[in-house]
């Protein structure tokens, strides 16, 4: 797998928590779910950032959220 595609992989997942997150908040429940999903993307995020020779700056997380996305878009 390209690291610019395992790296979008871990920030969707990461988005995915803060949904998660509010509705436990908002049930008045501790966000154990969203703290596992939160977890599991930090780890994605850093297994793409160790594989990725170099690994990225601020300013290349953008470029490598274009590049996955036009490579799924023909």
């Known amino acids: 797998m390209d690291s ?3 790296l979008v992989v871990g920030i ?3 988005m ?3 949904p998660s997150a509010l509705s436990a908040f908002a049930d008045g429940r501790a966000p154990w779910v969203a703290l596992l999903v939160i977890i599991l993307g930090g ?3 850093g297994w793409a950032w160790v594989n990725n020779p170099g690994g990225y ?3 290349d997380v953008p470029h490598a959220i274009i590049r996955v996305v ?3 878009i023909p």
């Open 57 to 59: 700056t601020l300013e």
């Open 70 to 72: 036009a490579r799924v």
């Open 43 to 45: 780890a994605v995020v």
């Open 16 to 18: 995915l928590s803060i």
């Open 4 to 6: 610019d595609l395992i």
């Open 12 to 14: 969707v997942i990461l």
